[in-house]
T-cell receptor, first 112, second 114 residues
Framework: GESVGLHLPTLSVQEGDNSIINCAYS??????FIWYKQESGKGPQFIID?????DKRQGQRVTVLLNKTVKHLSLQIAATQPGDSAVYFC???????????FGTGTSLTVIP | DAGITQSPRHKVTETGTPVTLRCHQT?????MYWYRQDPGHGLRLIHY???????DKGEVSDGYSVSRSKTEDFLLTLESATSSQTSVYFC?????????????FGSGTQLSVL
């Protein structure tokens, strides 16, 4: 999974399969997390968020899981489509003001 | 992109020249941010604003200044551009400073300093 400072990991999945993208966050005091999708040449797009008092949250075709014990966040995409091909990264808010900390991202490629 | 417009979208400049990037929002959000995105790094905060004429530094503020004279506009200035400032710059907005406030981004400005 991604973490600050690592080279961009990649994930290739077949169209229709489920995708799981992982993120290891750094601060055990972080209260809020966001997953973003970034397509080539575009800005980050909000996908889904989760607060630290939850361990799972579902959206449309996406689910975010939070494991505070091991400081791990995952994004699951159901029935992955070619339009899901992008870089996905997580952001954590350690509740120290306006600062979000961002992971470097995972590049997802969907194979038709 | 959540009513955020960045200009220019692309800019090529020479070392030592001043450069100003503009962010314009139509959401009337109080908080605005400038981030830079570089390979191998997550987005890093340069400066942010919590109201008209109210700004503060982020983690990578050296070599940058900002101004906010209107709620909708947030300017980022490189007084004397250097090659290390070649990057993609993103503007972001949030409605309030709360921990659980979502952050929305513009489309970015690709800046190349030669």
């Amino acid at each position: 999974g991604e973490s600050v400072g690592l080279h961009l990991p990649t994930l290739s999945v077949q169209e229709g399969d489920n995708s799981i993208i992982n993120c290891a966050y750094s601060n055990s005091a972080s209260d809020y997390f966001i997953w973003y999708k970034q397509e080539s040449g575009k800005g980050p797009q909000f996908i889904i968020d989760i607060r630290s008092n939850m361990d799972k949250r579902q959206g449309q075709r996406v689910t975010v899981l939070l494991n505070k014990t091991v400081k791990h966040l995952s994004l699951q995409i159901a029935a992955t489509q070619p339009g899901d091909s992008a870089v996905y990264f997580c952001a954590e808010n350690p509740n120290t003001g306006n600062q979000f900390y961002f992971g470097t991202g995972t590049s997802l490629t969907v194979i038709p | 992109d959540a009513g955020i417009t960045q200009s220019p979208r692309h800019k090529v400049t020479e070392t030592g020249t001043p450069v100003t990037l503009r962010c314009h929002q139509t959401e009337n959000h109080r908080y605005m941010y400038w981030y830079r995105q570089d390979p191998g790094h997550g987005l890093r905060l340069i400066h942010y604003s919590y109201g008209v004429k109210d700004t503060d530094k982020g983690e990578v503020s050296d070599g940058y200044s900002v101004s906010r004279s209107k709620t909708e506009d947030f300017l980022l200035t490189l007084e004397s551009a250097t090659s290390s400032q070649t990057s993609v710059y993103f503007c972001a907005i949030s409605e309030s400073p709360g921990v659980f406030e979502k952050l929305f981004f513009g489309s970015g400005t690709q800046l190349s300093v030669l």
